[in-house]
């Protein structure tokens, strides 16, 4: 089975425009998670989504969003974007067992 | 709420030796899972082990173990006969079964940037 992939890997953005990343989980994994990874921060959970649905959400604020299609390849939003939103962004899925396992990740620069 | 601590931010080994790297957590979740990744320098996060909280025995995977002792908090992970490839930082995260509500949340440790030397 091919793994979790995420496009695009790298972005370059300037304060205030918004992005769109996508993730597509491995094939049969319903559950998409999003993770934010800084050298500040660490990593931290963003949200989760199941058949479509957000079933978790971490501590972030409203402009970042995301959403999950039938084919439960997820895209992750962020509007107004600000400097520290600079960070490498991973998803990860799973269905069923205990593990996530984690594509790649996008690695975002805003200018 | 959970919480993972790592204690050592830097470790250094040498090739074909042992090296444990510490995890703590703490947890209201009666039942939960601890995990181990590694993230090499290209950014992806490799999945490493699994521990499940009713367990009994401690997890092993090829070279990597767990030792897992719920009385103290602790999920340390040994990587045995170390090689050059597994310099990396190493993720230890939990995830609560119960207290969550089934959702797949996973909470991050700060990571060990582990080095093998010759």
């Known amino acids: 089975k091919a793994g979790v992939t995420q496009t695009p890997r790298y972005l370059i953005k300037t304060r205030g425009q918004q992005v769109t990343l996508s993730c597509s989980p491995i094939?049969?994994?319903?559950?998409v998670s999003w993770y934010q990874q800084t050298p500040g921060q660490g990593l931290q959970f963003l949200f989760e989504y199941f058949s479509e649905t957000q079933r978790n959400k971490g501590n972030f604020p409203g402009r970042f969003s995301g959403r999950q299609f039938s084919n439960s390849r997820s895209e992750m939003n962020v509007s107004t974007l600000e400097l520290g939103d600079s960070a490498l962004y991973l998803c990860?899925?799973?269905?069923?067992?205990?593990?996530?396992?984690f594509g790649p990740g996008t690695r975002l620069l805003v200018l | 709420a959970q919480k993972i601590t790592q204690t050592q931010p830097g470790m250094f080994v040498q090739e074909k030796e042992a090296v444990t790297l510490d995890c703590t957590y703490d947890t209201s979740d009666p039942s939960y899972g601890l995990f181990w990744y590694k993230q090499p320098s290209s950014g992806e996060m490799i999945f490493l082990i699994y521990q499940g909280s009713y367990d009994q025995q401690n997890a092993t995977e090829g070279r990597y173990s767990l030792n897992f002792q719920k009385a103290r908090k602790s999920a340390n992970l040994v990587i045995s006969a170390s090689q050059l490839g597994d310099s990396a930082m190493y993720f230890c995260?939990?995830?609560?079964?119960?207290?969550?509500?089934?959702?797949?949340?996973?909470?991050f440790g700060t990571g060990t940037q582990l080095k093998v030397e010759l």
């Open positions: 995260a939990m995830r609560g079964f119960i207290l969550t509500g089934g959702g797949n949340k996973l909470t």
């Open positions: 990860a899925s799973n269905e069923g067992s205990e593990t996530q396992y």
């Open positions: 094939s049969g994994h319903r559950s």
